[in-house]
């Protein structure tokens, strides 16, 4: 079955960068479109990034020119390179697959920009 799985999170500060994972499973990750969002506390859901099969990506106003998805296909991965991070980006960031009527989640990493 379908399967993501986030990680590198953590705790980091100000101006500080991290790069986040997404191990997927039970596709052939190269064929679809893969998004991240977060989530901040009180707040919905967000598009923060995504990349095409073909390596186009789009990003939300509030992270281009910080943030970088990439995807290594033959990993199996996604990545997401944040960079300048900022206070506002703290949230806990999923990595999604939609395709259709089909919506798949991994189960989150949490990223607390804090000095």
């Known amino acids: 079955q379908v399967q993501l799985v986030e990680s590198g999170g953590g705790l980091v500060q100000p101006g500080g960068s991290l790069r986040l994972s997404c191990a997927v499973s039970?596709?052939?990750?190269?064929?679809?479109?893969m998004n991240w969002y977060r989530q901040a506390p009180g707040k919905e859901r967000e598009l923060v990034a995504r990349?095409?099969?073909?390596?186009?990506?789009n990003y939300a106003d509030s992270v281009k020119g910080r943030f970088t998805i990439s995807r290594d296909n033959s990993k199996s991965t996604v990545y997401l390179q944040m960079s300048s991070l900022k206070p506002e980006d703290t949230a806990v960031y999923y990595c999604?697959?939609?395709?259709?009527?089909?919506?798949?989640w991994g189960q989150g990493t949490q990223v607390t920009v804090s000095s």
């Open positions: 999604n697959r939609r395709t259709g009527g089909n919506d798949y």
């Open positions: 990349i095409s099969p073909g390596g186009t990506t």
């Open positions: 039970g596709f052939t990750l190269g064929s679809y479109f």
